[in-house]
């Protein structure tokens, strides 16, 4: 993965990302500094803006790039919410996301095995 397309996406993001990850006003979310942020964070983003736009088939391959890129404890746990958060969702809306409940559990599993 790009580290300048996850800038890019991060900094598009700027305003929104601010009120929605930091719980900050317009303003305040103005000031964030995109550089200071981790990769960890850039992540959460990401795939925070996926979800939310139903693209979870782009999301799990982003986060499955960075696991094999750095694979972490906090990578993982990521992954978990990531997937916890598709288990919310009705098989309708997996479906138009091009995903499966059976995609979830072989997501799990995946990460289960990722630090092994």
Request: with cysteine; proline share 1%.
């Amino acid at each position: 993965m790009n580290d300048d397309y996850i800038l890019r996406i991060a900094e598009s993001m700027g305003k929104a990302a601010g009120k929605l990850i930091f719980n900050k006003d317009q303003e305040e979310a103005e000031s964030i500094n995109i550089e200071a942020m981790n990769e960890k964070d850039i992540l959460c983003i990401l795939l925070k803006k996926l979800f939310i736009e139903g693209k979870y088939d782009k999301a799990e391959n982003i986060l499955f790039e960075q696991m094999e890129r750095t694979p972490s404890q906090d990578i993982v746990n990521i992954g978990k919410e990531f997937y916890n958060q598709l288990l919310l969702k009705s098989d309708e809306e997996l479906t138009k996301g091009k995903f499966s409940k059976k995609e979830i559990f072989q997501g799990l599993d995946d990460l289960k095995r990722a630090l092994k």
